[in-house]
């Protein structure tokens, strides 16, 4: 299971790392922006017309990053005239979605317009989550500036198309951001459904994680903007998204330490990736102490340092843990894939690396990802758990019913040496009467002495009966033979009246085990019939069950009021009231039940007036158990 969890996790996370930088496609066609231009302004100050006069300017791709800062960035788009007879209006579109303030500049028309994450939206721009600036288009060339700042990082993506052609493509991207969104949502529903009904921390943890990587995904792409920016107040928002992006670093890298605490993992990098995570959840706070693009920037040097720790401590847990429920290997795969578009995206804001579109928005299509990948390893160790605990389950039962059976073996003993020692006072003691009283009779002796062996042979064959320490071997018997011998043998042999309806009768079954049962059922007649009454035999053929077979019966006359239980007639240690005169285990009638089950044949008491009859069939042949 381990190695198919393995590849599982080693294919879907190539697809995750792939789809972390899968590109969003960008329409390109008919570009109005002739060159892009851009400069810093660090005290904040400038006014167009300063920014008019710079000569501080600096070429600019169509997508870069300035990385975070208090600095007020000035870009400068040179466009180009307008084709005759295009009379459509422009839209300026400006990304991403986080960006706090946007001063849209057009000296040729006289405009400018503002918008930004912190300004409440206007009616139209309710119409998209992106920031659009509606321009006129113009015969002649002209050049706009674009006034940003923002606490968060100073990534812009600008684009000038027509007004239909932007609205067009603004709603399919905005259509796949929301579906994308939803899809996070749902997953996060379902983890929280699962942790519902199992209770497990793990499950908890991914769903507040999957919960904050949702809710990042619905402010960070302006769909927070459009809901409840005309109602709150400037900055606002700024400042909620912002703390909701902090707290999304928070339960991620909380997930993580949860998932690895079945690792057991030690050292000092675990010490320090768990404080560092304590740190984070009243951080937000601080964005009405500390400058916000301070606190932002500070932010995403954390989730480096984080995912540094979180490498180094997963690289160093031990392999040779047990019953691990994610596979120590196939977590460091998942992990260090997970970290690549968690990384590249994070350089990019803090501005060490070049920006591109496809990273931004790569880091939207991750967020689904993995909430899809990390929710099947989940199923998988639930699974695994689910087995794991079943097995415990089974082996707590195995071991209950180990000490159980153990106890109650130790109780049998217990009761057995404690009849053995009981039954063998009555024999010896005889034995020691007749020694001082007079001289010993031999027939007395030999019957006294027979009892003691008759009550320790029925013990052992009990303890090999109930330890399944004995099996039927099939011989060839004459149960005549068998039968004459066994009356010869008993107590009272001339009170038997023996019958069999041949001379002979050879078939296949176990002789040792049949002459034990013979042996007790004869004794067991002989002890508990009425004085001087006859003891009946009789051996004929019969079929039972469709199986030819032979059938012995014993029939004795009881002594009045002897009354036996049919129904526990055959329990270990069971005598009825009236038997307790007589030396006998309780043990013979339960001896006798279990060896006929091996030899398969069937026993049945019954009862007519004072006479009692035991009926004993075989069948004709012993099967090999």
Known sequence: MQLTLFRICLFLGAFLGLGGCSPVVESRSEPRIQSLEWRIDKGGRDTLADAQKASDWQPMPQLKAWGFGAETVWVRMNLRAADKGDEESWLVSVRPNFLDYLTLYDPASNL?????????PSADELASIFFTFEIPALQHERTIFLQLRSISSRLVDIEVLPQAQTNKKNLYQGWLIGF?????????LSAFGQWFMAREKVMLAFAAKQTFATLWVFFNFGFGRVVFGPSLPQGFLTVLTSAISIWTIFTLFWFFSILLEEYKPSGASYRVYRFIISLLPPFPALLYLLPGSLIMFTANIVILILIFLLLTVATTIRSNQPNLLIPRAALIVY???????????????IGLIEARPTLFYGLLTHVVLDGFVMFALLQFRARAMREQQYQIAMDLQRSQQEAHEKQRHLKEQGQLFGLLAHQMKTPLSTLSMLMEVGPLKPDLMKRTIKDINSTIDRCVQTGQLAEEGLRAEPELVDAVALSRNYVALCRFPDRVDWTASIETCVFSTDPQMLAIVMGNLLDNACKFAAPESRIILKLNSAIQDG?????????????????????????????????RRVAGSGLGLF?????????????????QDDRVTFSLWLPEKLGRS
């Open 112 to 120: 400018v317009l503002r918008s930004g994450r912190a300004v409440p």
């Open 180 to 188: 994308l969104g939803a899809v996070a949502w749902v997953l996060a």
């Open 547 to 579: 199986k030819a077979g032979w059938r012995w019966e014993f029939t004795n006359q009881v002594r009045p009021g002897d009354f036996l239980d049919a129904g526990r007639l055959f329990e270990k240690y069971y005598r009825s009231a009236s038997a």
């Open 591 to 607: 001896l006798v039940k279990g060896l006929i089950v091996l030899l398969q044949g069937t026993i049945n008491y019954s009862r």
């Open 335 to 349: 992990l260090l894939i997970y970290s690549i578009p968690l990384c590249v995206p994070t350089l990019m804001h």
